[in-house]
């Protein structure tokens, strides 16, 4: 009974929050003076900052701002920022997307956003919801934090009460409205700096904006007296565009080497060995920098990780949003997760029953290659299927919370569909930008767990060419790229001049290839002089006519 009552609570809580927005209308300010925000909160958007600052007519930027949250973030308020932002920064490519959920307070977002936020690999998050416990509050930013390297911007709450517009900062004597007081000014705030996001209190100059303007709080609202007007949001794009707009006092860092992103160009200190490039490097991310200009038949590549394959690395797979539970926008499946290395795969979960008394939903699960997978319960706290390739919390279902919230039936034999995606790629082929003063990258890998890597990158056929660096993105601040020396290096045989002759030696235990190299500068170029060998009783010498003074060898390993 605890259960079904804390579910039907939940769900009023988000139907409040609900709100299905119609075709933006814009609309104009009155009377404002424009705020400058504190610049330690500026400083939590650094990297941004000095990446819209960099970009110029001969070199394009390319900058993805994702918005998140729920109804209120909904918006077009957002659309009226884009456009500020692109006039403003008119050499950036902005790449946008809004992913808020309407109706989800900051519990349910907290398991969503492992889906929506790192995945689309943002440059910057514009973030806002609701919500009753500063736990929920923690547990999403810390999601985000652990998971993505982006800047956050995490805006405060407008102004929704008379009450509100003339409130006090000062909580000794608490009231009503102090909730309001104690998010917006001392929590929320506190909170937000501690995940190193920038705090936009929109709050303030919004009491400001009513006072000059002599207008009543509801005026800037929808009928409902929760969500904004067309003059709500043109405040609020406003009010967030003061932290983002171009400014002459930015110090402007390098925003692709610094602690959240470092690059590491290809050159005298990272160079080839032969047709393989190693490097260890610290983050959850890499991608490759191309070189600029047409190219000639460049060659394919392939990567390891640790010796290897992608799809051998387990934190390399994740899931995408599931499809709505029904006759609402909320993921039926909050979070799911793997406990075995998965499969690239789609899975359904099919319902078999849902009890409208007590809220029970039995169903189960199957994967497009896995096949049947399990049958389950939302009572059951913790689903793990047959294979262990899927597991999630019963109460991650949002089937029952979704009929709650709309009192609309799913049908019989409602389905909700998930992907299970591996998030690299197995090979790539250098793309040079399409356009003039444009560089040109591609993500190699996003892990859902930063850690370090060792990379060994390595042309399928033919001459290296075509990557300008290596980069590593970093969501703890730590991105760091160490070039490596292929460990085959240490497997230098001996040799001897015999009668002419260079007589090559090694351990009798080595299985593999002989390598030689004419000089061991630059990018050097290891060719096999002998056919594989495989056996514990190959012979461990060799004698090869002597054709070069200065020749090296070494001992190549089988590969994996």
């Known amino acids: 009974m605890k259960t079904r009552?804390?579910?039907?609570?939940?769900?009023?809580?988000?139907?409040?929050?609900?709100?299905?927005?119609?075709?933006?209308?814009?609309?104009?300010?009155?009377?404002?003076?424009?705020?400058?925000?504190?610049?330690?909160?500026?400083?939590?958007?650094?990297?941004?900052?000095?990446?819209?600052?960099?970009?110029t007519p001969n070199h394009r930027v390319t900058f993805r701002i994702m918005i998140y949250g729920q109804s209120i973030s909904v918006g077009p308020w957002s659309d009226m920022l884009f456009e500020k932002l692109r006039s403003s920064y008119p050499n950036v490519d902005f790449i946008t997307t809004n992913k808020?959920?309407?109706?989800?307070?900051?519990?349910?977002?907290?398991?969503?956003?492992?889906?929506?936020?790192?995945?689309?690999?943002?440059?910057?998050?514009?973030?806002?919801?609701?919500?009753?416990d500063i736990k929920d509050y923690e547990r999403l930013y810390e999601n985000i934090r652990s998971r993505s390297s982006a800047d956050v911007l995490v805006?405060?709450?407008?102004?929704?009460?008379?009450?509100?517009?003339?409130?006090?900062?000062?909580?000794?004597?608490?009231?009503?409205?102090?909730?309001?007081?104690?998010?917006?000014?001392?929590?929320?705030?506190?909170?937000?700096?501690?995940?190193?996001?920038?705090?936009?209190?929109?709050?303030?100059?919004?009491k400001q904006y009513l006072k000059d303007n002599n207008l009543q709080f509801a005026e800037l609202l929808e009928v409902d007296r929760i969500h904004c007007n067309e003059h709500g949001f043109a405040l609020t794009a406003e009010l967030i565009f003061e932290h983002l707009k171009p400014r002459s006092?930015?110090?402007?860092?390098?925003?692709?080497?610094?602690?959240?992103?470092?690059?590491?160009?290809?050159?005298?200190?990272?160079?080839?060995?032969?047709?393989?490039?190693?490097?260890?490097?610290?983050?959850?991310?890499?991608?490759?920098?191309?070189?600029?200009?047409?190219?000639?038949?460049?060659?394919?590549?392939t990567y390891a990780l640790d010796n290897k394959s992608p799809s051998e690395v387990a934190e390399l797979f994740g899931f995408d949003r599931a499809s709505p539970a029904w006759a609402i926008s909320w993921p039926g499946v909050l979070q799911v997760e793997s406990?075995?290395?998965?499969?690239?795969?789609?899975?359904?979960?099919?319902?078999?029953?849902?009890?409208?008394?007590?809220?029970?939903?039995?169903?189960?699960?199957?994967?497009?290659?896995?096949?049947?997978?399990?049958?389950?319960s939302n009572f059951t706290w913790l689903f793990k299927s047959n294979s262990g390739r899927v597991t999630?919390?019963?109460d991650s279902l949002m089937i029952n919370l979704a009929f709650l919230a709309t009192q609309q039936k799913p049908p019989a034999d409602w389905k909700i569909y998930f992907n299970c995606?591996?998030?690299?790629?197995?090979?790539?082929?250098?793309?040079?930008?399409?356009?003039?003063?444009?560089?040109?990258?591609?993500?190699?890998?996003?892990?859902?767990k930063e850690r370090s890597f060792q990379i060994r990158i390595k042309t399928k056929s033919g001459t290296p060419k075509g990557i300008q660096a290596i980069r590593v993105y970093s969501p703890g601040g730590k991105a760091d790229i160490v070039p490596g020396k292929s460990p085959l290096e240490s497997r230098r045989v001996q040799w001897k001049q015999v009668d002419g002759f260079l007589e090559i030696i090694w351990p009798e235990r080595w299985k593999g290839t002989l390598q030689t190299a004419t000089h061991l500068n630059g990018s050097?170029?290891?060719?096999?002089?002998?056919?594989?060998?495989?056996?514990?009783?190959?012979?461990?010498?060799?004698?090869?006519?002597?054709?070069?003074?200065?020749?090296f060898f070494l001992w190549k390993d089988p590969t994996p």
Request: include cysteine; aromatic fraction near 10%.
């Open 5 to 55: 009552l804390l579910q039907v609570d939940w769900a009023i809580r988000l139907l409040a929050l609900l709100l299905v927005w119609q075709t933006p209308v814009f609309g104009q300010l009155l009377s404002y003076t424009p705020v400058d925000p504190a610049p330690q909160q500026l400083a939590y958007l650094q990297r941004s900052l000095s990446l819209l600052k960099s970009a």
């Open 100 to 132: 808020a959920i309407g109706g989800f307070t900051a519990a349910p977002l907290s398991r969503a956003s492992i889906a929506d936020v790192a995945p689309w690999l943002p440059d910057l998050v514009i973030l806002h919801c609701l919500g009753n």
């Open 155 to 206: 805006h405060a709450d407008h102004i929704q009460s008379t009450a509100q517009a003339t409130e006090s900062l000062d909580v000794s004597d608490l009231g009503p409205d102090s909730i309001w007081v104690l998010r917006n000014y001392y929590w929320l705030p506190e909170l937000a700096n501690r995940f190193r996001f920038c705090w936009a209190d929109i709050r303030t100059p919004w």
């Open 249 to 301: 006092t930015l110090q402007v860092v390098d925003p692709f080497n610094g602690p959240l992103v470092k690059t590491q160009p290809i050159g005298r200190e990272f160079t080839w060995n032969g047709s393989e490039l190693w490097a260890t490097v610290f983050g959850n991310r890499v991608d490759v920098v191309y070189e600029d200009g047409p190219m000639a038949s460049p060659p394919t590549y």
């Open 339 to 376: 406990l075995e290395l998965p499969l690239e795969e789609r899975w359904t979960l099919s319902m078999d029953s849902l009890n409208y008394q007590t809220g029970e939903l039995l169903y189960h699960l199957e994967g497009s290659k896995t096949g049947f997978d399990g049958n389950g």
């Open 392 to 394: 999630f919390a019963g």
């Open 421 to 448: 995606v591996k998030r690299a790629i197995d090979e790539f082929t250098p793309k040079p930008a399409k356009i003039a003063g444009k560089t040109s990258s591609e993500t190699l890998f996003l892990s859902s």
């Open 524 to 551: 050097i170029d290891w060719q096999p002089v002998l056919e594989p060998i495989q056996t514990e009783d190959s012979t461990n010498r060799v004698r090869i006519r002597a054709t070069e003074p200065s020749r």
